[in-house]
């Protein structure tokens, strides 16, 4: 049977884009389909204009700091409406690029939803048909609301970057990173941020004693932090929220960001009657190279509700390309991937956590927690950690936790070292670059715990 296309991508993020891209410059006959904007989650209501507002956020500290340096500046006003114009733009240049990657391969695109008729053939939402001889879903994830009363008088990450104006006041709902993530930055605009999380520590599946410190400087930075708290209901109240918790308070709220979870977008895309299988939260279920239930169909990124991270789905497309368009079986490798959280303090972090560590066989911890010395003369409390889960039968750090300013930048460095199998000895040999925060990872000489 000819198809029309060697390849068919549903979804025009990170991932499906990289994919579609390659395949195509490899000689393919590929197509997308996208109903919304290029880019997807990452670049367009993501990691993108989060970082950007990360930045945004950090400036008020910054004119404080430069105060105590002798610079004699005053703190101005955060304007809304000017940052909001520059990141819309900034967006649409982005999403721009990805387009005229796309056109530059050679790849056909539909700008519109698809949904599947049967193993190689994608039906378009303006009922055209397209055949192609692999399909690969990247239709990414969604946020989800978590179910309560009143909860569509909430607002998710999605939305954040389409106010029209920034609240007075907004309670974040949830306690991984983009709940922690958005509390520092409404707080650093200058948003009165309360955070209720169910649990007892947020950012829970990351190092215990690293967490702990990010939570408490962000307490110390004026968010409103409540753990072991849920929301019972919401109701509309004038032009404010009023918010009933489980912990037996009440309050009212300009806003409420719900941050309580990802969906995998498989909803209507007729995937279980061609016969993908899915997963108990609808994620499209895959085999080590990607590969669905039915051996023409593969999928990659947050559909797959693998590892949910940018650079990953971007990997797993390539090994997707070299598997299946260049006879290269390729498993995308998910194990040691360095991380950054970008909250207020940031941290960064590859491999296993002590408790992970220490569940799996005997550890050496070293550990060292300071007052950086540029915060520290601008008079800041703030404290910084830098960490080493160690093996004491291998020597090899099996983990690396750094909470810090630039930390996102430093793990990516370390990474490099764990990744490579490095031992304790080979951080040891390393010579301290002085004065930095980082130096601390290779001068620390005696374990602070061991178990």
């Given amino acids: 049977m000819a198809f029309d296309y060697d390849l068919f991508v549903i979804g025009g993020g990170s991932g499906g884009v990289r994919a579609a891209r390659v395949a195509a410059q490899d000689g393919a006959k590929v197509a997308l389909a996208e109903e919304d904007r290029y880019g997807g989650t990452c670049v367009i209501r993501g990691c993108v204009p989060k970082k950007l507002m990360v930045f945004a956020s950090e400036y008020a500290g910054v ?8 610079w004699a500046i005053e703190p101005g006003q955060f304007d809304w409406d000017v940052f909001r114009g520059r990141l819309n733009d900034e967006l649409d240049r982005l999403e721009n690029v990805y387009r005229n990657l796309l056109k530059n391969s050679g790849v ?20 055209t048909k397209k055949t192609a001889k692999h399909i690969l879903l990247a239709t990414g994830g969604r946020p989800v609301k978590p179910g309560v009363p009143g909860d569509e008088l909430g607002i998710t990450s999605n939305d954040i970057f389409h106010l029209d104006e920034l609240p007075e006041s907004i309670l974040i709902v949830g ?48 968010v409103n932090l409540h753990l072991g708290t849920d929301i019972i209901d919401l109701q509309q109240e004038g032009d404010k929220i009023r918010v009933r918790a489980t912990n037996g308070k009440e309050a009212l709220f300009d806003k409420v ?45 947050d559909v797959t509700d693998r590892v949910n991270l940018t650079p990953v789905a971007i990997r797993e497309g390539m090994a997707f390309v070299e598997t299946v368009f260049k006879g290269n079986p390729t498993k995308p490798d998910h194990d040691l991937i360095p991380t950054a959280i970008f909250t207020q303090p940031e941290m960064g972090t ?44 291998t020597r090899k750090v099996l983990g690396c936790h750094i909470v810090a300013p ?39 000489k005696t374990p602070v715990r061991t178990g």
């Fill in 63 to 70: 004119v404080e700091d430069a105060k105590s340096y002798g």
């Fill in 108 to 127: 056909e695109t539909f700008d519109q939803r698809a949904h599947l008729e049967d193993a190689h053939t994608v039906v378009l939402a303006d009922g």
């Fill in 175 to 222: 306690g991984g990173y983009i709940a922690s993530e958005f509390a520092g930055i409404l707080n650093g605009l200058g948003v009165d941020v309360t955070q209720y999380y169910r649990g007892a520590q947020i950012l829970r599946g990351f190092d215990d004693e690293a967490r702990g410190l990010v939570s408490e400087e962000m307490c110390q930075r004026g």
């Fill in 257 to 301: 960001m719900f941050a309580t979870g990802r969906a995998p977008n498989t909803e209507g895309l007729g995937l279980a009657e061609v016969g993908v299988e899915l997963g108990r939260k609808g994620e499209v279920v895959v085999d080590d190279y990607s590969q669905t239930a039915v051996p023409s169909i593969y999928a990659i990124g």
């Fill in 350 to 393: 590859v491999g296993l956590s002590e408790e992970d560590a220490r569940d799996q066989e005997p550890i050496e911890v070293y550990a060292t927690s300071f007052k950086p010395m540029q915060q520290s003369f601008a008079g800041r409390s703030e404290r910084v950690l830098m960490k080493l889960v160690v093996s004491q039968k």
């Fill in 406 to 444: 630039g930390a996102g930048e430093m793990i990516q460095l370390a990474g490099i070292a764990v990744k490579m199998g490095a031992t304790k000895e080979d951080f040891d040999r390393t010579v301290a670059v002085h004065p930095t925060m980082s130096e601390e990872l290779v001068t620390m």
